[in-house]
């Protein structure tokens, strides 16, 4: 018996045991080719994409083509997938949980019985990939992609232009770039400052791409009208659109115009009463209101009511694609309308140029180009969106006259095609395929996100790193390299900037409109990601690799299959139930981004650890409380954001997450944390952490080499020099914020020996005496002072900074009593806030000083009475805010009989918030007296007390993170 047994054991149970042997020894080896495999496909796909844009639609082998990609792209995702299994297993290999040698032999076991799945998974998808190219040798098949061979490799785009030297603000860009506008510019500006005094809508009718919102907004901010009328709103109306949600936004508008504080009750009024509330504050101003983007006929019907007839010379203005939309304003009200015209041949090709050739050859076009160029743009047949758009393209390619016709020869059979709204959209869809296929994914993105939605630069770039879409690059982070990704698609015209930083890098943007239509289709033929709204429940087909849900909805979740699922992005602002939660949480286990920005969220359950695979969590302006202990099972996660919530203390857990990159907080209690966070030697940012009575994280910080960004409050003085040994170990630090715990305690930095990267300084807390080191930073943009009690004027050592552009001294930053800006000095800066100076009584401005200032702010220096001389002389000064001033001060400047009006009337925009009695002092009390009022929060102040304040109008509260 025992002979039989030996037996079968030798002719069967031995090979299979061998089999197993060597496919567990051949692991590391495969996944490797299945890497390159991987690679080879996402380049087959990136070329078939484009074989099938040039392919008609009725060709025959395009439908082949197009089975064929979608069969390998869900190839690549289930490569991607056992990719992201085998690094994981090769790291629970590498950190056992446990030490025992029971625990040993069991996770030994797992780990073998995981290999082995991976390595079954391995076979089946090479199988599954070779009889993909096995079947795609017909005609219908791959081989189709030999016309691509003959076409320029297009991917080799020109960056110049870094991140850097983007400073392209929308206002500077239009004045300069904007071409084809002047006639229909100054025809609106006269319709919009002359005629009858009666309500008047001025619509701009086009088609979509003709550049009806940049005309208007090239209108809209021209220094005439901001003078001309008393307030002003830009509202993005768009398909989906609720009447409630334009009446809170236009009050939003105007509230924020004046720096006034919103009603209380605003988001629970309804139409009636916000309708009301819009009429009641425009009754005796003179308006003008925008709305941008309308398609409904029956808009006007939904907000004549609110947009008050007040016989004041107020304006609306409307752009829209549809001629009905403009003409049924007619019933009540009077009405222009502007038909956009296409541009003219010869403005095409100027436009066209300056995009172009906008780097290269000083704007003007080679003479080897001029013919392609010109058959390029005849066939873009004036559309200005079009024309941009091919035209940034081009900008990024080698300026071969080859190259070009081949280009040419492609958009033709585009043109010749379609030659409506249909075909245009095809021809931005060509500067899709001609990008690289990370960049693709990139662009695909802003499609996770609403229309017309503002993504915020920060959050796309971790989520574009999250992804895995930013590839690793010689002396660069993973974000340096991402924020070139963003640069590149700027450049291309497929991103448009809507936001910047102070110091002109790009703080949020947005893609067209048209573009965005397109990046709904791509998602489509991509398996990108499915968008689940209330109004589109529709299921997808095949795999998708990411959701939207923008609905609150149940019945969805537990239809949609799970296992290749990476991210979700949740924008609905309704609640979640308990049940959608859970289901995230215990259903999508190969999350890597899961985002709950705004969602009305209040607690996250234990089972947040099972999410294993995430790089990327954001609980941000939610209601949660606190944060899971299971938090810490988390090893692969680099960002948490738990701003704008209610979380005060992270668990110590938290210690545990040894590649979290980016640890964002409204404050960060550092009892947790002490003794771990050392270890945390990935973290890029962390913000804001609150120091313990004994400052033992102080000295761990100095572990944290790679940090770019630190915020810490309740700082003391006996802090400052492991502080400063710390610091001094940070070599890439660009940021950093030091509140005190009060403001008797003093910042001793003396000891800080350079700090060359650092580009922001925040400095909250008794300086003794001005730090040395301070002018010598070379890279600093930005420097904020509060309480530092300085007696002597800092401006001295100030004025050479070669790049500061904005400097704020404020709550007793200088106690002296006379500031004077030095002739030649403080060239680049573009913003100054002087603010709750109670000493000072003079500021002196030489000519030649503050040569870029844009901005100034002065609010409550009660012993400043005159405005200071000087002022003049400040040529591109175009704001200037006076908040809470003297008396005398405010009447010195006022355009009837003021003595020093003459000083400031060079400035387009001056704005003047004041007490409603007199005699009012910086320590006034009594805010029942109060007009209008700014207040300025730290993260960490609770505001109380103004619950007496029967009488006070206007209360502006403004969150600084």
């Not at 992609?145 to 870094?162: A, D, F, H, M």
């Not at 537990?558 to 609905?572: A, C, K």
């Not at 029967?950 to 993170?961: G, H, I, T």
Request: net charge neutral.
């Amino acid at each position: 018996m025992a002979e039989i047994a030996l037996s079968f054991a030798r002719e069967h149970l031995l090979p299979l045991f061998m089999e197993v042997a060597n496919m567990l020894r051949g692991v590391p080896k495969e996944v490797e080719d299945i890497k390159d495999e991987l690679e080879s496909i996402q380049a087959l796909i990136n070329d078939a994409d484009k074989v099938t844009e040039a392919e008609s639609e009725e060709d025959k082998s395009r439908d082949g083509i197009t089975k064929r990609v979608k069969q390998l792209r869900e190839a690549s995702f289930c490569i991607e997938d056992i990719i992201d299994e085998y690094i994981m297993c090769e790291e629970k290999e590498s950190h056992p949980g446990c030490a025992a040698i029971p625990c040993e032999t069991v996770d030994f076991i797992k780990t073998l019985i995981l290999r082995l799945q991976i390595a079954y998974k391995i076979q089946d998808v090479k199988s599954l990939v070779r009889g993909i190219r096995e079947s795609s040798s017909g005609r219908d098949g791959m081989q189709s992609q030999c016309c691509l061979e003959q076409r320029p490799n297009s991917c080799k785009g020109n960056q110049n232009v870094t991140w850097q030297n983007l400073r392209m603000a929308p206002l500077y860009i239009e004045e300069t770039e904007v071409v084809g506008f002047e006639g229909p510019r100054d025809e609106l500006i006269d319709w919009l400052m002359k005629g009858r005094p009666e309500r008047t809508v001025i619509s701009v009718v086009g088609m979509g791409g003709l550049g009806k919102t940049t005309l208007v907004k090239n209108v809209f901010y021209h220094k005439e009208i901001i003078r001309h009328f008393d307030c002003h709103a830009w509202i993005t109306v768009s398909q989906s659109y609720t009447v409630e949600g334009l009446l809170r936004d236009m009050l939003h508008k105007f509230y924020k115009e004046k720096m006034e504080v919103n009603p209380h009750n605003i988001a629970g009024m309804d139409r009636e009463s916000l309708i009301n509330e819009v009429r009641n504050y425009l009754w005796q101003k003179r308006y003008v209101v925008l709305f941008d983007d309308v398609w409904n006929a029956h808009f006007w019907d939904e907000i004549e009511f609110a947009v008050v007839d007040n016989k004041n010379g107020s304006r609306v203005l409307i752009t829209t694609r549809k001629k009905d939309v403009a003409v049924s304003c007619r019933k009540s009200s009077f009405v222009q309308v502007h038909e956009l015209q296409l541009l003219s041949e010869e403005k095409s090709l100027e436009l066209f140029y300056k995009k172009a050739f906008r780097y290269d050859f000083d704007g003007y076009c080679p003479k080897q180009l001029v013919d392609t160029s010109f058959e390029i743009v005849k066939k873009c047949k004036g559309l200005p969106l079009a024309i941009v758009a091919i035209g940034g393209l081009l900008s990024s390619k080698d300026k071969v006259a080859l190259e070009w016709e081949m280009f040419s020869q492609n958009l033709s059979s585009e043109l010749e095609r379609n030659s409506n709204l249909t075909g245009i959209t095809k021809i931005l869809g060509l500067s899709y395929d001609d990008l690289p296929y990370n960049l693709k994914s990139c662009l695909l993105y802003f499609g996770m996100y609403p229309e017309d939605c503002k993504v915020k630069s920060s959050r796309l770039i971790r989520q574009w790193i999250a992804e895995g879409f930013v590839k690793h690059e010689r002396g660069k982070t993973l974000e340096e390299v991402a924020k070139q990704y963003l640069t590149e698609l700027i450049r291309r015209s497929l991103v448009q900037i809507s936001s910047f930083t102070i110091d002109g890098k790009v703080k949020g943007c947005r893609v067209h409109d048209l573009l965005y239509e397109i990046i709904l289709r791509k998602f489509e033929d991509t398996g990108f990601c499915q968008c689940i709204t209330e109004h589109d429940k529709s299921l997808p087909s095949g795999i998708i690799r990411r959701l939207t849900i923008a609905t609150s909805s149940n019945d969805l979740m537990g239809s949609i299959e799970s296992s290749h699922i990476r991210t979700i992005l949740i924008i609905t602002d309704k609640g979640l139930s308990e049940y959608i939660l859970r289901r995230i949480l215990t259903k999508y286990m190969m999350l890597k981004v899961l985002d709950f920005e705004n969602a009305r969220l209040y607690y996250v359950p234990e089972s947040l650890g099972n999410l294993i695979y995430l790089k990327y969590l954001s609980f941000r302006n939610t209601w949660v409380q606190s944060l899971p202990k299971s938090i810490g099972k988390l090893q692969n996660l680099e960002t948490l954001d738990v701003r704008q919530t209610r979380v005060l203390e992270m668990p110590r857990e938290i210690c545990k997450l040894r590649k979290l990159h980016h640890l964002l907080a409204n404050i960060i209690s550092s009892i947790q944390l002490k003794g771990s966070l050392g270890g945390m030697t990935s973290l890029l940012k962390i913000r804001l952490l609150e120091i313990d009575y004994d400052g033992m994280v102080i000295r761990e910080l100095g572990n944290l080499k790679q940090l770019r960004d630190l915020r810490i409050s309740n700082f003391r003085e006996e802090h400052g020099s492991t502080l400063c040994s710390s610091v001094n170990e940070m070599q890439h630090l660009e940021k950093l914020y030091i509140y005190t715990a009060n403001d008797e305690e003093v910042i001793d930095l003396h000891f800080i020996s350079s700090l060359s990267t650092l580009r922001k300084l925040c400095l909250r807390g008794k300086l003794l005496k001005f730090p040395n080191w301070i002018p010598k930073l070379e890279n600093l943009v930005k420097l904020s002072l509060k309480s530092s009690k300085l007696i002597d004027d800092p401006l001295k050592s100030l004025k050479d900074m070669p790049n500061l552009v904005f400097l704020s001294m404020s709550y007793h930053a200088y106690e002296g009593e006379s500031l004077h800006f030095q002739n030649g000095g403080f060239q680049k800066l573009k913003e100054l806030q002087l603010r709750y100076l109670y000493n000072l009584n003079s500021i002196f401005i030489d000519k030649g000083t503050l040569h870029s200032l844009e901005k100034l702010e002065l609010t409550e220096i009660p012993q400043l009475k005159r405005v200071p001389f000087g002022i003049q002389h400040l040529e591109k000064l175009e704001v200037l805010n006076i908040q809470i001033m003297p008396t005398e001060f405010e009447q010195s400047i006022t355009p009837n009989g003021g003595q020093d009006h003459w000083i400031i009337q060079h400035v387009s925009r001056v704005s003047i918030i004041t007490w409603a009695s007199e005699g009012h002092g910086g320590n006034n009390p009594h805010y029942s007296s109060l007009t209008e009022r700014e207040i300025i929060k730290h993260p960490t102040l609770e505001i109380k007390g103004y619950g007496t304040a029967s009488s006070l109008s206007d209360l502006a509260l403004q969150y600084l993170n």
